[in-house]
T-cell receptor
Framework: KNEVEQSPQNLTAQEGEFITINCSYS?????LHWLQQHPGGGIVSLFM?????KKHGRLIATINIQEKHSSLHITASHPRDSAVYIC???????????WGAGTKLIIKP | GAGVSQSPRYKVAKRGQDVALRCDPI?????LFWYQQALGQGPEFLTY????????KSGLPSDRFFAERPEGSVSTLKIQRTQQEDSAVYLC??????????????FGPGTRLTVL
């Protein structure tokens, strides 16, 4: 069983829909990252959180430490949101990031 | 620019050729990480520097991989006698601090290596 699991693996939605991507982890963490990767592009950090909720524009990230679960939400989705969204956790015992496999999101106009 | 930069962005090598990939971290960032991302997979940790010291190289897949950061800023990842399985995107990230908590990593655009 992977230490970080994301769902769904692939998601296709229509423009304007509310999007939710989930991340569950099984290790102790000091922080959780949500990152975005466009095809052929580098990785952009969206959020780093260790508790509660953060919001940036149309993006919202939440984390429940007790349940070891985090969600990334996109409101009013747009085709430019199409990308791979990756959840990565920082172990509480070292500096390494443990990566999820990513969720490939396609937003159709 | 103020971000992490990597060069080249794309590299095609013949099997057996040596390659060198460069990472320029954000100025003043102490920590530097290299990751390897195979097609369709998440990044895998390769190695970690704190200033010029390579504190962890446990992720390097073989002794053909070598990384250095001699002056604690620019880092080079060298792959000797490249093999087809080395084809991947190589990502570099830097962070300001060395602590475990709240230490956000900033990523470069990556170098896509294709070994023919």
């Amino acid at each position: 069983k992977n230490e970080v699991e994301q769902s769904p693996q692939n998601l296709t939605a229509q423009e304007g829909e509310f999007i939710t991507i989930n991340c569950s982890y099984s290790v102790g963490i000091s922080a959780l990252h949500w990152l975005q990767q466009h095809p052929g592009g580098g990785i952009v950090s969206l959020f780093m959180l260790s508790s509660g909720k953060k919001k940036h524009g149309r993006l919202i990230a939440t984390i429940n430490i007790q349940e070891k679960h985090s969600s990334l939400h996109i409101t009013a989705s747009h085709p430019r949101d199409s990308a791979v969204y990756i959840c990565a956790v920082r172990s509480d015992s070292n500096y390494q990031l443990i990566w999820g496999a990513g969720t490939k999101l396609i937003i159709k106009p | 620019g103020a971000g992490v930069s990597q060069s080249p962005r794309y590299k095609v090598a013949k099997r057996g050729q040596d390659v060198a990939l460069r990472c320029d971290p954000i100025s003043g960032h102490v920590s530097l990480f290299w990751y390897q991302q195979a097609l369709g997979q998440g990044p895998e940790f390769l190695t970690y520097f704190q200033n010029e010291a390579q504190l962890d190289k446990s992720g390097l897949p073989s002794d053909r991989f070598f990384a250095e950061r001699p002056e604690g800023s620019v880092s080079t990842l060298k792959i000797q006698r490249t093999q087809q399985e080395d084809s991947a995107v190589y990502l570099c990230a830097s962070s300001h601090r060395t602590g475990l908590k709240d230490n956000e990593q900033f990523f470069g655009p990556g170098t896509r290596l294709t070994v023919l």
